[in-house]
């Protein structure tokens, strides 16, 4: 089970720190990965991270802006989200993959572990 947190109501150019929690399995040898989905449109991946970060990807909409990390320890990912703009509203999942063979792709087929998302809404 994967369950995300550190959602909510931001203003423009605040940040957020999201966390995706496992149980019942451990994430150190799966890829990881963030995705989102506003109103009216498909999942977008923005950013994955293989096991120990040997690969990762950030889409060119939150390049800069926004950074994936996990901790093995706490089995856990974060996605730290800066300069966020309303275009960043959506709801956000994370997902992992656990044969490892996604990332840099983040194709939510290739993703075999899901969490419930967590709404980010960013309005002034």
């Known amino acids: 089970q994967l369950v995300e947190s550190g959602g909510g109501l931001v203003q423009p150019g605040g940040s957020l720190r999201l966390s995706c929690a496992a149980s019942?399995?451990?994430?150190?040898?799966?890829?990881v990965a963030w995705f989102r989905q506003a109103p009216g449109k498909e999942r977008e991946g923005i950013s994955c991270?293989?096991?120990?970060?040997?690969?990762?990807f950030v889409a060119d909409s939150v390049k800069g802006r926004f950074t994936i990390s996990r901790d093995n320890a706490k089995n856990t990912v974060y996605l730290q989200m800066n300069s966020l703009q309303p275009e960043d509203t959506a709801v956000y999942y994370c997902?992992?993959?656990?044969?490892?063979?996604?990332?840099?792709?983040?194709?939510?087929?290739?993703?075999?572990?899901w969490g419930q998302g967590t709404q980010v809404t960013v309005s002034s």
């Open positions: 997902a992992a993959d656990s044969l490892d063979t996604s990332c840099p792709s983040v194709k939510t087929y290739e993703y075999n572990y």
């Open positions: 991270m293989s096991s120990f970060g040997g690969k990762t």
């Open positions: 019942g399995f451990s994430l150190e040898y799966y890829g």
